[in-house]
């Protein structure tokens, strides 16, 4: 009898135990703490090896270290301890954020860093000898530097110092500069601000594979308006000068500058006043041909030209065209032959690769079909293949393929559903895959170049979340009253009853090419589960103008930006609440960041029967206030576009607001300016209309930091829970 009491008490616990052991979610979890942070491969390539180099942290030494890791043995090989050279340079580690091996692996070159959309390197720089292991400080200046890297051949260092070129040879210990107009406005080997920002540049010149020239832009913003970012922290406020061209104002003039290293003379491509850009230059194999593309100001039309650096002859090689706009990629690759180049167009509708001579004349189109490249990722011309990833399977993934250069024989290597970021080794003989899902964290793992799978370089748990309550994440299809189908995922409320009403929270990004479904590890997938353990439904669809569907679907939005955007996430909420009677219709809102906060707040604006509440962080108001760049390639200039603008904008329809609304801004944001912000507030309480508001002194458009981030979070957690 004892016994079988003591079954039946054991029997129970196996049904309840697991129930007892379902854990809730914190903010403080999420925003405050490491407890979920997942591992990440940062590594650098090195030249002609299979094999790449991390900074990690070195028990031995207690210190971070530089290791060699390589793909064939798997050996872990630890080249030098930051723990080594700060004995030779005292505090050196505390000065350098990044560091590069010369081509050969002799020297080993140590830089600072400065605020960009990627690494951009600068500060004083170190040079390590991996050879004599003597550790030297090559500048020492308060001059501001970037751009600091090798020549192709490692003899040479160059830099930007007061925004003129400069290089430094290795062997001999000299400088030479090599322009020497750079100013506050003249700018030698980098970018302003709205080229590194809607270009993605951030290396403004070009060694030439011979190392006997740089090619550089050279951009003149005197004429661009100057922006004013206040800093209020001090008694005396501190005035920051940003050069920031609004759609319709003046860009900076540029050239193409062509300098000698020998001699140290200079020779321009002058495009005089031109309203153009210069979005990329790149060498041919032949080291005397430059080419570069030029694109005019409304982003409708590109030309790829080839420039004699000798005889100064130009050729336009070809020309894409478009009705809308033409959207600027890294694809152009000439090949070792010196014959050929590979080139991506849209021009049949999908963004799709090109096999061209190099005179200019089409020889084939090597992908196409119903879907977009993605990578270019490795060509391999002994045998006549090219590497790449696609949106064939599904918009929602990436896989990997490869295909011969006539465009057959075309076989996929990725397998698992998910999203693959590839990256060859310098030999193409493996691949690292950054894979994930949208609810698995990324791992890498490596493959040879067939697709074998050989080991797990870095792993994280399938299940970030075990152990925790978490609500069940799907994808949905969408179809508009007009028949478009949208992609939308959807996180149901943890522990969920299908005989409930649910309230239901949008997420929103929405810009022009962009993607937020995806089945990829989904941003901020803690808080929406956080979110989901409180009973909401987490929501996000990709409208019409976002990515990976071909130029006719993104097309639609051009000279109208937010009109079918905001259209289509209204159809979504009707989609769901007409399909899902568990979808409380009283109860739904929306989130959205940047062009996401103006989304959300659009949205909330002109579908306010719909929406019943919205929260807008860091949001463009009116396309009058944001770049050049950007805004004129969807939406043309203020003046060939009037109606466009004032459609387009969130204050034309401030009158409409009902429900409740947050509005959150940086007051240091250098990229969407707080003015949209303070703009929309004024408009808003001049129609004496109720909302929330809340900034932040001197942070920029991440309003990053971690003890920010929480009080951020708390706040729009706080704010949905007590509104919807």
Same mark, same amino acid.
């Given at each position: 009898m004892r016994k079988a009491k003591l079954n039946f008490i054991l029997l129970i616990l196996i049904f309840i135990l697991p129930l007892q052991a379902q854990k809730k979610l914190t903010l403080e979890d999420i925003f405050k703490t490491n407890k979920f942070r997942t591992n990440f491969l940062f590594k650098q390539w090195l030249a002609g090896e299979d094999a790449y180099t991390t900074l990690k942290y070195d028990s031995l030494t207690k210190s971070m270290a530089i290791f060699k890791y390589d793909l064939k043995t798997a050996k872990d090989e630890k080249i030098v301890s930051y723990a080594q050279l700060d004995s030779q340079i005292e505090n050196f580690s505390k000065n350098v954020s990044a560091y590069f091996f010369s081509p050969d692996k002799r020297y080993i070159l140590f830089t600072g860093s400065l605020p960009a959309r990627r690494l951009k390197t600068g500060g004083n720089f170190y040079l390590y000898d991996t050879q004599s292991k003597i550790l030297k400080q090559i500048t020492n200046t308060e001059e501001q530097q970037a751009i600091i890297k090798f020549s192709p051949n490692g003899r040479y260092i160059s830099f930007v110092r007061s925004n003129n070129l400069f290089i430094y040879n290795i062997s001999t210990g000299e400088f030479k500069q090599l322009t020497f107009d750079g100013s506050e406005t003249i700018l030698n080997g980098l970018f302003d601000w709205v080229y590194e920002e809607e270009f993605s540049i951030i290396d403004g010149y070009e060694w030439s594979p011979d190392e006997k020239y740089i090619a550089f832009w050279r951009l003149d913003q005197s004429?661009?308006?100057?922006?004013? *970012?206040? =800093?209020?922290?001090?008694?005396?406020?501190?005035?920051? =000068? @940003?050069?920031?061209?609004?759609a319709g104002f003046p860009n900076s003039t540029v050239k193409i500058g062509i300098a000698n290293v020998q001699t140290g003379e200079v020779k321009y491509i002058d495009f005089g006043n031109e309203d153009i850009y210069i979005p990329r230059i790149q060498w041919t194999k032949e080291p005397e041909i430059l080419s570069y593309q030029k694109l005019n100001r409304l982003q409708n039309k590109l030309e790829l030209i080839f420039y004699n650096i000798k005889t100064g002859e130009q050729k336009i090689i070809l020309t894409e065209e478009s009705n809308t706009w033409i959207d600027v990629h890294d694809y152009l690759t000439f090949l070792n032959d010196k014959r050929h180049f590979i080139w991506a167009s849209e021009r049949d509708g999908w963004l799709h690769l090109y096999l061209y001579r190099i005179d200019g004349k089409l020889v084939n189109q090597i992908t196409k079909g119903e879907f977009e490249i993605d990578q270019l990722c490795f060509i =391999? !011309?002994?045998?006549? $293949?090219?590497?790449?990833?696609?949106?064939?399977?599904?918009?929602? !993934?990436?896989?990997?393929?490869?295909?011969?250069?006539?465009?057959? @024989?075309?076989?996929? *290597?990725?397998? !698992?559903?998910?999203?693959?970021?590839?990256?060859?080794?310098?030999?193409? $003989?493996?691949?690292?895959d950054n894979y994930s899902t949208i609810t698995k964290p990324p791992k890498w793992k490596l493959y040879d170049y067939t697709g074998k799978f050989i080991r797990t370089l870095v792993d994280n748990p399938d299940d970030i979340l075990a152990g925790y309550d978490k609500g069940e994440v799907t994808f949905e299809v969408v179809e508009t009253s007009d028949g478009v189908k949208l992609n939308a995922w959807m996180i149901k409320p943890a522990n969920f009853d299908s005989t409930k009403k649910y309230p239901v929270l949008f997420y929103v990004y929405g810009g022009p090419g962009s993607q937020t479904v995806r089945n990829a590890y989904l941003g901020n997938y803690l808080w929406y589960q956080?979110?989901?353990?409180? %009973?909401?439904?987490?929501?996000?669809? =990709? #409208?019409? %103008?976002? #990515?990976?569907?071909? $130029?006719a679907f993104r097309g639609v939005i051009y000279k109208n930006l937010g009109y079918y955007e905001s259209k289509d996430q209204a159809e979504a909420a009707i989609y769901l609440v007409k399909k899902y009677r568990f979808v409380d219709e009283k109860r739904i809102g929306i989130w959205g960041w940047s062009y996401g906060g103006y989304m959300s707040s659009l949205t909330l604006f002109k579908f306010g029967d719909i929406f019943k509440l919205a929260v807008a962080v860091a949001p463009v108001t009116t396309w009058k206030l944001y770049d050049t760049i950007y805004t004129e390639r969807y939406m043309q200039t203020p003046e060939l576009n009037p109606e466009g603008y004032e459609e387009s904008s969130v204050l034309k329809y401030v009158d409409a607001l009902k429900g409740k609304y947050l509005v959150i801004h940086g007051t240091t944001d250098d990229n969407v300016h707080w003015q949209n912000t303070i703009q929309l507030v004024d408009r808003l309480q001049k129609a004496g209309k109720q909302f929330y508001t809340m900034f932040y002194p001197n942070k920029d458009h991440s309003i990053a930091g971690r003890d920010t981030r929480y009080h951020l979070f708390t706040l729009i957690t706080n704010f949905i829970i007590e509104n919807l």
């Open positions: 004429n661009v308006p100057v922006f004013k *970012l206040i =800093d209020y922290e001090p008694t005396y406020l501190k005035v920051i =000068d @940003q050069r920031y061209p609004y =391999d !011309e002994r045998n006549g $293949k090219i590497y790449y990833t696609s949106t064939e399977v599904s918009p929602l !993934e990436r896989h990997l393929y490869v295909i011969n250069f006539k465009g057959t @024989q075309k076989k996929r *290597l990725t397998l !698992e559903s998910g999203w693959h970021n590839v990256e060859f080794s310098p030999s193409g $003989k493996f691949f690292i956080y979110l989901a353990q409180n %009973g909401y439904i987490i929501f996000s669809v =990709d #409208g019409r %103008g976002t #990515g990976a569907r071909g $130029k």
